[in-house]
Each structure stands twice: as C-alpha cells, then as structure tokens.
C-alpha cells in the first residue's frame, strides 16, 4: 500500500477532498515513517505512516516540491526531530524548510490576510 513512497518525499494526508497537514517520509530501520510537526505531540516527531494517515489517504504532494536529493530532504527533516511547534514554525513551515526553501506557511498567510481585510471592512463601516 506504501510501496509508492520513498525516504524524502514529501507527503500530505487527505480526506474529503481537503488536503492537509504535510510531512516528510524517512526509513527507520526497514519501517517506513513520516516525520511531520504537530501541535498535537508538541512539535517535530517521527510516526508510523498509519498513525500519520489518521484514517486519511496519504498522497505524494504537488503543493511542496524540492530541488534537494531526497536524501538531503530526509536529513533535514530528522535534523528538526524534536523541535517544538509553534505557530510561526508549523508543519508547512517544517515542510518547506526541508525541502530546502525560506520557511513558509500558506496557509497562515491566507489567515493573515483575511484577518486584516476583516478588520478594514470593519474600519470602514465605522
């Protein structure tokens, strides 16, 4: 069922159509495991795909790509391995940090954004 990931891909589960919360796949003796960060364990850990997937289908990213070798990646992504989570270094910041571009987050940025515009409308009906 795995057979289709290899050490350094980066990968993201999905369910229901919504893609999320992505990570990167490493070899931990002959285990396949993803690295990824999460709020939810305090930060950057190593977990087996299945607990990864969380009941959701895991996909091979098209949003998170890399010019690294795959094994670079993969080096990055342990290098990070007990890291705390927060906010301004989530698992989209995590992602494209090992994949070896500037830090970034997407979807914060999206947030961001719509909080700002929020608070204009809200400036200019006052």
Request: charged share 15%; aromatic share 10%.
């Amino acid at each position: 069922m795995w057979s289709r990931f290899y050490e350094g891909a980066i990968v993201e589960r999905k369910k229901a159509g919504v893609i999320t919360h992505p990570g990167i796949v490493v070899m931990h003796g002959h285990q396949l495991m993803v690295i990824h960060n999460t709020p939810f364990s305090g930060g950057v850990v190593m977990s087996l795909v299945e607990e990864y997937a969380n009941g959701c289908d895991v996909i091979i990213s098209k949003k998170y790509t890399s010019t690294l070798p795959s094994s670079q990646v993969a080096r990055n992504a342990r290098s990070a391995l007990g890291q705390k989570w927060f906010l301004l270094f989530n698992c989209q910041h995590f992602v494209t940090w090992a994949a070896g571009h500037e830090p970034n987050s997407p979807d914060l940025n999206m947030a961001c954004f719509l909080s700002v515009g929020a608070l204009c409308l809200l400036a200019l009906k006052r």
